[in-house]
């Protein structure tokens, strides 16, 4: 098994987003990446320049970022082209590792965009580097960037930041670090092909949470109501938990629960609802055993948006 570790820079109408292509609002223009083996060592790079094809010049905020010029791109690779010549070189057996979760959702939506997404099938799997730097180095919440966890590992620095291959470079210097029992068995998914059917809903045990991906649904409200969607189940012994409070929405459209399992404890539940580019609707949901203070911090906040949901209905009926 190999870790491809890779990056991609990418640039968007240089008019602004008024002028963005709907299908396309940020266009691949290179590809980085870096082949590791199961001992982080080396065994290839790849790195292709990509000659755009839709937009035709380069925004001026990512040309002072990444210091390229369209000229620099004329003689590149055309994205049909070099996205097949990525997949093969990948091989069989491998597993995506990238800083952040943005790089594998534009992979595949410049993939879309030439009708080529079949050459990577969905949902897909990967290694979050920000995310799992953060586990093992800090707290777990925070996300730093990635010349930050080049200065706090002690890592050399040599090429500059913000250069596809460079940041796949410096990303597989990181992933070196860390070491695989604590990593592999949290990888994350991407949802740009999410399930679109009962039977390829998916259900994920990881070692301190579990995680839930639904079909598609008409609307945010047919969502939320679907049996399996709301359920609450014990991600310790996965049977039925006790609900204590129900499911309510904060202020960032971010659905949260507490449940009782007599055996294992408080769990929260969280739901985020996402839609698709077809304007259909699909839920994510999580559940994790808590503490009994954490419990609380959701009990209040629940009881937080109601006492602001009265005072504005009172100040509406004073109008």
């Given at each position: 098994?190999?870790?491809?570790?890779?990056?991609l820079?990418?640039?968007?109408?240089?008019?602004?987003k008024k002028?963005s292509?709907?299908?396309?609002?940020?266009?691949?223009?290179?590809?980085g990446?870096?082949?590791?083996?199961?001992?982080?060592?080396?065994?290839?790079?790849?790195?292709?320049?990509?000659k755009?094809q839709?937009?035709?010049?380069?925004?001026?905020s990512?040309?002072?970022?990444?210091?390229?010029?369209y000229?620099?791109?004329?003689?590149?690779?055309?994205?049909?082209?070099?996205?097949?010549?990525?997949?093969?070189?990948?091989?069989?057996?491998?597993?995506?590792?990238?800083?952040?979760?943005?790089?594998?959702?534009?992979?595949q939506?410049?993939?879309k965009?030439y009708?080529?997404?079949?050459?990577?099938?969905?949902?897909?799997?990967?290694?979050?580097?920000?995310?799992?730097?953060?586990?093992?180095?800090e707290?777990g919440?925070?996300?730093?960037?990635?010349?930050y966890?080049?200065?706090?590992?002690g890592?050399?620095?040599?090429?500059n930041f913000?250069?596809?291959?460079?940041?796949?470079?410096?990303?597989?210097?990181?992933?070196?670090?860390?070491?695989?029992?604590?990593i592999?068995?949290?990888?994350?998914?991407?949802?740009?092909?999410?399930?679109?059917?009962?039977?390829?809903?998916?259900h994920?045990?990881?070692?301190t949470?579990d995680?839930?991906?639904?079909?598609?649904?008409?609307?945010?409200?047919?969502?939320?109501?679907?049996r399996?969607?709301?359920?609450?189940?014990?991600?310790?012994?996965?049977?039925?938990a006790?609900?204590?409070?129900?499911?309510?929405?904060?202020?960032?459209?971010?659905?949260?629960s507490?449940?009782n399992?007599?055996e294992?404890g408080?769990?929260?539940?969280?739901?985020?609802?996402r839609?698709?580019e077809e304007?259909?609707?699909?839920a994510?949901?999580?559940?994790?055993?808590?503490s009994?203070e954490?419990?609380?911090?959701i009990?209040?906040?629940?009881?937080a948006l109601r006492?602001?949901?009265?005072?504005?209905r009172?100040?509406?009926?004073?109008l």
């Amino acid at each position: 098994m190999n870790f491809i570790v890779f990056d991609l820079e990418w640039n968007q109408s240089p008019e602004g987003k008024k002028y963005s292509n709907r299908r396309l609002p940020f266009e691949i223009i290179e590809i980085g990446a870096v082949k590791l083996n199961e001992r982080k060592e080396t065994v290839d790079t790849f790195h292709r320049l990509i000659k755009p094809q839709v937009y035709n010049w380069i925004h001026n905020s990512i040309r002072e970022v990444i210091h390229v010029n369209y000229k620099d791109l004329e003689t590149g690779t055309p994205f049909p082209q070099a996205v097949r010549e990525f997949i093969e070189w990948c091989g069989d057996d491998w597993h995506f590792c990238t800083w952040g979760n943005q790089d594998v959702m534009e992979l595949q939506r410049n993939m879309k965009y030439y009708e080529l997404l079949h050459l990577l099938p969905g949902p897909v799997a990967y290694y979050d580097i920000q995310k799992l730097f953060s586990s093992c180095f800090e707290d777990g919440e925070s996300r730093r960037s990635l010349e930050y966890a080049i200065d706090f590992l002690g890592i050399k620095k040599g090429d500059n930041f913000h250069r596809a291959f460079a940041d796949a470079f410096y990303t597989a210097k990181v992933l070196a670090f860390m070491e695989n029992k604590k990593i592999l068995p949290f990888y994350s998914l991407d949802v740009y092909q999410n399930p679109k059917s009962r039977k390829e809903e998916i259900h994920i045990s990881y070692p301190t949470y579990d995680k839930f991906i639904s079909r598609e649904f008409s609307s945010r409200e047919r969502t939320i109501k679907d049996r399996e969607v709301s359920s609450t189940k014990c991600p310790v012994c996965h049977k039925p938990a006790k609900r204590k409070i129900r499911w309510f929405m904060n202020n960032s459209k971010i659905y949260y629960s507490v449940s009782n399992c007599q055996e294992h404890g408080y769990i929260i539940g969280k739901i985020r609802i996402r839609k698709t580019e077809e304007g259909l609707y699909f839920a994510i949901k999580t559940l994790k055993p808590v503490s009994i203070e954490e419990a609380e911090e959701i009990r209040e906040k629940r009881e937080a948006l109601r006492l602001k949901k009265q005072l504005k209905r009172r100040s509406e009926k004073e109008l």
